[in-house]
C-alpha cells in the first residue's frame, strides 16, 4: 500500500493538482494508460499489489481575471484532498485479473469544488491464449494525437485545469484478438460517461463554477447600452435518455520490431455533452436562458503509424471527427451544430539511456500538430445562424508546435531526479505554455516534488474568439511538496 502526503509551500501561483503525471521512460510505441501512482510505485511493489495514495495540498495562484469589481486579485488559493486507489491490470500472463484506477478530488473550503474520476473498472476475462473478454470501464486504444493535444475524440477525458489530463475509459464490453503481431478490438459500450471538467452548476438563476479553469457562459448581455442580466435554469430531462447512448468500436493493430500501426473507427455520441437552449428576453429585458443536456452523435476514424530506432522513433498520428447535423428539438429552441475536424500529429523522439533499468534515461520529443475545423455554430431550428454562441472551437490549439524533455538522472548517493519539461507554441493563438515537473527521490519511498505552468497569449482575454491561452494567461502556477510510501 502507498500513502503519499503532499506538502505544498505558500508561493506567490498556484500549487499543482496532485495527480501531476511524470512518465517512466519506457519506450512504448504506442503509451499506455498508466498514473502517476503507478509511476511512483514502479519497483517497489508487483503489478498485483493494490495501491493507495492520499494527499493534501493547495493551489495559490497570482491573480484571478474578471473578479466581481474587476480589479485584479493578487492572491487567491484553494485547499484539496487527494484520494486515488489503483490496482494495475496483470500484463504478460495469460490470467484473468480484475483491474481499477479511480481518483478523487475534493476542496476542503467549498464543498462543490468535487471531482470522481473512474478511468478504468473492469475485469480481464482470459478465453483463451490469444482472446479475452474486457467488461467494464477500460481504455482500449489510444490514439497518439487524441493523447497529446487531449481533444477528447477516441476516449473521453478527465482534468481539473485544462493543462493535465488523464485519459477515461469507455464503459461497456471489449472483445481483445490476438493473432501474432496483429491485434483485433470490437467494442460495444451501452453506458455514455462524457468527458469530466471543472463542475458549473445552476443556482438561484445564476451560472456557478467550481474553480477558475470552468467554462463559465456569459452572465449579461448589452441592449442599448446597457448590460442586462442572464438569468439560467435547466429543463427537465431524464438522465437515462443520455446514459444509455451506445458506442461502438472497431480497431486493428499491427506490431512488428520496428513497426507499428493502428486504424480503426468509433461511432457514438460526442465525448462533451451538448446543450440546447432556449433564448429570450422578458418585459424586464432580463436575459432567460434555458438549456437542456443533449447528445450528439459523430463518427471517428483514427489512425497511427510509428517506426522505430534503438533510439529514434517517428510518428504520424491522425484523426477525422465528423459529428451530424442534428436540429433543434422544438421551434424554439437552438442548437450548437460541428463542423468536421480533422488533425494529423509528426512527431520525432530521440531517447538515450538505458531505458531497462532507467539509471539514466533522457528523451527529447519535438512535434506540430495541424488541426482543421472544429467549429461550433449555434443554429436555430430551421437552420438558420444564432446570433450568440457559447463555445467556438472544440479544440484548444490549432497549429502547436511541441519541445519537449523528460530526464532521469542518476546520482552518487543512488538518489534519482527525474524531470519533465514541455513548451507548446501555437500559431494560431500566438501564445505558449511553459511546464516544468520534477520529482527528486530523497530516499527509497521519500520524494521531493516540484513544478509549475505557465500560459501567456499576445491575444487579449477579452477576445471574442475566447483562445484557451488567450482567456487563461493569469492562471499561472507554482507548485512543491514531498511524498512518502510504504
Given at each position: 500500500m502507498v500513502i503519499i502526503l503532499t506538502v505544498i509551500n505558500h508561493s506567490w501561483t498556484a500549487a499543482k493538482a496532485a495527480n501531476t503525471q511524470i512518465s517512466d521512460l519506457n519506450l512504448p510505441i504506442l503509451?499506455?494508460?498508466?498514473?502517476?501512482?503507478?509511476?511512483?510505485?514502479?519497483?517497489?511493489?508487483?503489478?498485483?499489489?493494490?495501491?493507495?495514495?492520499?494527499?493534501?495540498?493547495?493551489?495559490?495562484?497570482?491573480?484571478?481575471?474578471?473578479?466581481?469589481?474587476?480589479?485584479?486579485?493578487?492572491?487567491?488559493?484553494?485547499?484539496y484532498i487527494y484520494l486515488a486507489f489503483e490496482k494495475p491490470k496483470n500484463t504478460g500472463t495469460h490470467q484473468s485479473s480484475f483491474f481499477l484506477n479511480t481518483q478523487f478530488f475534493q476542496e476542503l473550503n467549498q464543498s462543490k469544488n468535487q471531482q470522481l474520476w473512474v478511468s478504468e473498472f473492469a475485469w480481464d476475462q482470459k478465453i483463451n491464449e490469444q482472446q479475452s473478454l474486457i467488461i467494464g470501464r477500460a481504455v482500449p486504444l489510444q490514439n497518439r494525437l487524441d493523447e497529446t493535444i487531449h481533444i477528447g475524440a477516441l476516449n473521453p477525458?478527465?482534468?481539473?485545469?485544462?493543462?493535465?489530463?488523464?485519459?477515461?475509459?469507455?464503459?461497456?464490453?471489449?472483445?481483445?484478438?490476438?493473432?501474432?503481431?496483429?491485434?483485433t478490438v470490437i467494442g460495444y459500450?451501452?453506458?455514455?460517461?462524457?468527458?469530466?471538467?471543472?463542475?458549473?452548476?445552476?443556482?438561484?438563476?445564476?451560472?456557478?463554477?467550481?474553480?477558475?479553469?470552468a467554462k463559465r457562459p456569459p452572465q449579461s448581455f448589452e441592449f442599448n447600452n446597457q448590460s442586462k442580466t442572464i438569468e439560467y435554469s435547466i429543463l427537465d430531462y431524464d438522465v437515462k435518455d443520455i446514459a444509455t447512448q451506445p458506442t461502438y468500436l472497431l480497431g486493428f493493430q499491427y506490431q512488428a520490431?520496428?513497426?507499428?500501426?493502428?486504424?480503426?473507427?468509433?461511432?457514438?455520441?460526442?465525448?462533451?455533452?451538448?446543450?440546447?437552449?432556449?433564448?429570450?428576453?422578458?418585459?424586464?429585458?432580463?436575459?432567460?436562458?434555458?438549456?437542456?443536456?443533449?447528445?450528439?452523435?459523430?463518427?471517428?476514424?483514427?489512425?497511427d503509424l510509428a517506426y522505430q530506432t534503438q533510439q529514434m522513433e517517428y510518428v504520424f498520428s491522425a484523426i477525422y471527427d465528423k459529428p451530424d447535423f442534428e436540429r433543434a428539438s422544438k421551434a424554439d429552441f437552438s442548437r450548437p451544430d460541428y463542423s468536421p475536424l480533422a488533425a494529423y500529429m509528426f512527431k520525432v523522439r530521440y531517447v538515450d539511456g538505458d531505458i531497462q533499468?532507467?539509471?539514466?534515461?533522457?528523451?527529447?520529443?519535438?512535434?506540430?500538430?495541424?488541426?482543421?475545423?472544429?467549429?461550433?455554430?449555434?443554429?436555430?431550428?430551421?437552420?438558420?445562424?444564432?446570433?450568440?454562441?457559447?463555445?467556438?472551437?472544440?479544440?484548444?490549439?490549432?497549429?502547436?508546435?511541441?519541445?519537449?524533455?523528460?530526464?532521469?538522472?542518476?546520482?552518487?548517493?543512488?538518489?534519482?531526479?527525474?524531470?519533465?519539461?514541455?513548451?507548446?507554441?501555437?500559431?494560431?493563438?500566438?501564445?505558449?505554455?511553459?511546464?516544468?515537473?520534477?520529482?527528486?527521490q530523497f530516499k527509497n519511498n521519500f520524494n521531493f516534488l516540484f513544478g509549475l505552468s505557465i500560459l501567456g497569449s499576445e491575444i487579449s482575454a477579452q477576445d471574442p474568439s475566447k483562445y484557451f491561452l488567450a482567456v487563461n494567461k493569469s492562471n499561472d502556477y507554482v507548485y512543491s511538496g514531498m511524498s512518502y510510501a510504504f
Amino acid at each position: 500500500m502507498v500513502i503519499i502526503l503532499t506538502v505544498i509551500n505558500h508561493s506567490w501561483t498556484a500549487a499543482k493538482a496532485a495527480n501531476t503525471q511524470i512518465s517512466d521512460l519506457n519506450l512504448p510505441i504506442l503509451p499506455t494508460q498508466e498514473s502517476r501512482l503507478s509511476q511512483f510505485q514502479q519497483g517497489h511493489h508487483p503489478s498485483s499489489t493494490f495501491m493507495t495514495e492520499v494527499s493534501f495540498f493547495r493551489n495559490a495562484y497570482g491573480s484571478t481575471p474578471n473578479t466581481q469589481n474587476n480589479e485584479p486579485q493578487l492572491y487567491s488559493s484553494e485547499n484539496y484532498i487527494y484520494l486515488a486507489f489503483e490496482k494495475p491490470k496483470n500484463t504478460g500472463t495469460h490470467q484473468s485479473s480484475f483491474f481499477l484506477n479511480t481518483q478523487f478530488f475534493q476542496e476542503l473550503n467549498q464543498s462543490k469544488n468535487q471531482q470522481l474520476w473512474v478511468s478504468e473498472f473492469a475485469w480481464d476475462q482470459k478465453i483463451n491464449e490469444q482472446q479475452s473478454l474486457i467488461i467494464g470501464r477500460a481504455v482500449p486504444l489510444q490514439n497518439r494525437l487524441d493523447e497529446t493535444i487531449h481533444i477528447g475524440a477516441l476516449n473521453p477525458y478527465a482534468t481539473k485545469n485544462f493543462i493535465d489530463f488523464e485519459s477515461q475509459g469507455l464503459t461497456g464490453f471489449n472483445y481483445v484478438q490476438t493473432h501474432s503481431e496483429f491485434k483485433t478490438v470490437i467494442g460495444y459500450y451501452p453506458i455514455y460517461i462524457p468527458n469530466q471538467e471543472p463542475n458549473v452548476s445552476i443556482e438561484n438563476h445564476t451560472a456557478v463554477v467550481s474553480n477558475r479553469w470552468a467554462k463559465r457562459p456569459p452572465q449579461s448581455f448589452e441592449f442599448n447600452n446597457q448590460s442586462k442580466t442572464i438569468e439560467y435554469s435547466i429543463l427537465d430531462y431524464d438522465v437515462k435518455d443520455i446514459a444509455t447512448q451506445p458506442t461502438y468500436l472497431l480497431g486493428f493493430q499491427y506490431q512488428a520490431p520496428s513497426l507499428f500501426t493502428q486504424w480503426g473507427v468509433k461511432r457514438g455520441p460526442l465525448n462533451s455533452i451538448t446543450l440546447e437552449r432556449e433564448t429570450y428576453a422578458n418585459l424586464n429585458v432580463v436575459g432567460i436562458v434555458n438549456l437542456k443536456p443533449v447528445t450528439q452523435q459523430t463518427t471517428l476514424a483514427f489512425a497511427d503509424l510509428a517506426y522505430q530506432t534503438q533510439q529514434m522513433e517517428y510518428v504520424f498520428s491522425a484523426i477525422y471527427d465528423k459529428p451530424d447535423f442534428e436540429r433543434a428539438s422544438k421551434a424554439d429552441f437552438s442548437r450548437p451544430d460541428y463542423s468536421p475536424l480533422a488533425a494529423y500529429m509528426f512527431k520525432v523522439r530521440y531517447v538515450d539511456g538505458d531505458i531497462q533499468t532507467q539509471d539514466k534515461a533522457h528523451e527529447i520529443s519535438l512535434s506540430y500538430t495541424l488541426v482543421d475545423g472544429g467549429e461550433i455554430v449555434d443554429r436555430n431550428f430551421d437552420g438558420t445562424e444564432n446570433i450568440f454562441t457559447v463555445t467556438p472551437y472544440r479544440q484548444q490549439f490549432f497549429r502547436p508546435v511541441q519541445l519537449s524533455y523528460q530526464g532521469i538522472f542518476a546520482f552518487k548517493n543512488a538518489h534519482k531526479l527525474k524531470s519533465q519539461l514541455s513548451y507548446l507554441y501555437d500559431q494560431v493563438q500566438l501564445g505558449s505554455l511553459f511546464k516544468i515537473d520534477s520529482e527528486y527521490q530523497f530516499k527509497n519511498n521519500f520524494n521531493f516534488l516540484f513544478g509549475l505552468s505557465i500560459l501567456g497569449s499576445e491575444i487579449s482575454a477579452q477576445d471574442p474568439s475566447k483562445y484557451f491561452l488567450a482567456v487563461n494567461k493569469s492562471n499561472d502556477y507554482v507548485y512543491s511538496g514531498m511524498s512518502y510510501a510504504f
